[in-house]
């Protein structure tokens, strides 16, 4: 624990959960470790029991490894297991290994089973083994059947707790069921009609359940259908349609054809979220399940080998500077000159490379509309590259007192912002036509062509120009 968590219990109540920064206040932290350190669970729970799971994810994170388990500990059956959802995986998993599985077992029981699933799905199989072996049976078979489903598919993200309904049943009949019954869902936008096999027939939305006359069959009024999710799917998919379609949810099937589950917008987001992350962080070599709460270790080792990638691919523009080296040496002016067009190629061949990759990702960029695309980031380039050009070729012949220079690195300029147009969106579409993922490998490969062609061009036009 840290030294200055020293609060006075009677100001705690009134402390402010966060920041102006939107962090969790130093002096809530430092009031939360000295109930911790006291072992006063009951002063505990005066400070986090109306926390929103949001914000004691947060907390949890803020405190150090012994006070997290204790937290949990002194909250006992008051602590919200929700709140695991929202932290680091790193966090969460070392969390769920030092806590006694028959207590992880008993919290994961109240969460709805996508939340559940969350929670258990980046365990070991022998810790989530230890844990489901605490669940009652009906419970563990439905927890157990959507881990069993691939990551990142739709049977992973989906909810089993849904209401489905036979097709003999009226309006009123559903509604008088979703009154006297206490186990329903604690949130959900419409029923569903099923037939004894529990093949999915339609789905009632809410409203329209709710302005129909209680004597009207629920297959009278039901809509069919037409944006139903397969149980195997990808998120990312899924997340695709319901962004098109607006949905707020949608029925998940198995292949054949029975209603398993039900995935809501709230998880959408979240996959949303989630890929976002992934595609920014590929783009930048870095690991998509890397967190801030991984080990210096582990970080540098997910980090490296798209960095030793790009040392090897650094040597073929090394290898261009040395063919040029005689120029080099008869005009110190082309080495001063030269990162400039190799700088501005790479910032606008990532420029059309991250358009691209995001076009790719979202299914805006296809073969239907790949070589409109292509023509028109070759023509950006070419625009851009004459305007700085000319802004570039200025300077230079003022700096060096010496128009031809001037002329030769404006020629090199519009060259390489060319082929940062044209490579920067050729390379992720060659990557994504070999079935990879081209936020993944393209910038390194984008800012060889830019580094190679701009040194070549600079060095080489300097070469013929003026002899070397």
Not at 230 to 248: C, G, I, P, T, W
Not at 382 to 405: E, R, T
């Amino acid at each position: 624990m840290r030294d200055d968590a020293e609060v006075a219990p009677a100001d705690v109540l009134d402390l402010p959960v966060r920041d102006a920064d939107g962090q969790v206040a130093e002096d809530f932290i430092h009031a939360v470790e000295a109930a911790i350190a006291a072992g006063d669970g009951e002063a505990l729970r005066a400070r986090v029991r109306d926390l929103h799971e949001a914000d004691l994810g947060d907390l949890i994170e803020a405190l150090e490894g012994e006070e997290r388990t204790r937290l949990i500990e002194l909250l006992g059956a008051d602590f919200d297991f929700t709140a695991l959802t929202e932290l680091d995986e790193t966090v969460r998993v070392q969390l769920l290994r030092q806590l006694p599985p028959h207590v992880v077992a008993a919290g994961i029981r109240d969460l709805d089973s996508d939340d559940a699933v969350y929670i258990l799905e980046d365990l070991d199989d022998d810790d989530k083994a230890a844990i489901l072996a605490f669940i009652p049976a009906p419970e563990r078979v439905a927890l157990q059947r959507s881990l069993d489903y691939p990551e990142e598919s739709a049977g992973r993200r989906m909810q089993t707790e849904f209401i489905a309904v036979p097709p003999f049943w009226t309006v009123g009949r559903a509604i008088d069921y979703m009154r006297e019954t206490e186990d329903l869902p604690e949130t959900f936008y419409e029923i569903f009609v099923v037939d004894p096999a529990y093949h999915l027939m339609g789905a009632l939305p809410l409203d329209r359940l709710l302005r129909t006359k209680r004597a009207v069959l629920v297959t009278a009024v039901k809509a069919e259908r037409s944006h139903v999710v397969k149980a195997s799917e990808d998120q990312e998919e899924v997340a695709r349609m319901f962004q098109h379609y607006n949905l707020v949810s949608a029925p998940v099937v198995d292949d054949a054809g029975r209603l398993v589950g039900v995935i809501t917008v709230d998880d959408v987001v979240d996959v949303i979220q989630e890929e976002a992350d992934e595609d920014l962080r590929a783009m930048a070599g870095v690991g998509s399940d890397e967190e801030l709460s991984d080990t210096v270790a582990y970080t540098a080792k997910g980090r490296l080998p798209w960095l030793l990638v790009n040392l090897l691919t650094a040597f073929l523009a090394a290898a261009i500077i040395d063919l040029f080296s005689g120029s080099i040496q008869k005009m110190v002016a082309l080495a001063v000159l030269m990162p400039i067009v190799a700088s501005m190629g790479g910032n606008a061949g990532n420029q059309t490379m991250t358009v691209a990759v995001r076009a790719l990702a979202t299914k805006d960029l296809g073969s239907h509309n790949a070589r409109r695309v292509v023509l028109r980031e070759v023509l950006v380039g070419f625009f851009n590259g004459c305007i700085l050009a000319v802004l570039l070729g200025l300077i230079a012949a003022g700096w060096f007192a010496n128009w031809q220079l001037g002329g030769v690195i404006a020629s090199a300029l519009v060259i390489n912002m060319l082929a940062a147009g044209l490579f920067g969106i050729l390379i992720p579409l060659a990557i994504h036509r070999f079935k990879l993922d081209p936020a993944v490998a393209s910038g390194v490969f984008v800012t060889t062509v830019t580094d190679t062609v701009g040194f070549f061009a600079f060095l080489g036009l300097a070469s013929l120009w003026f002899g070397g």
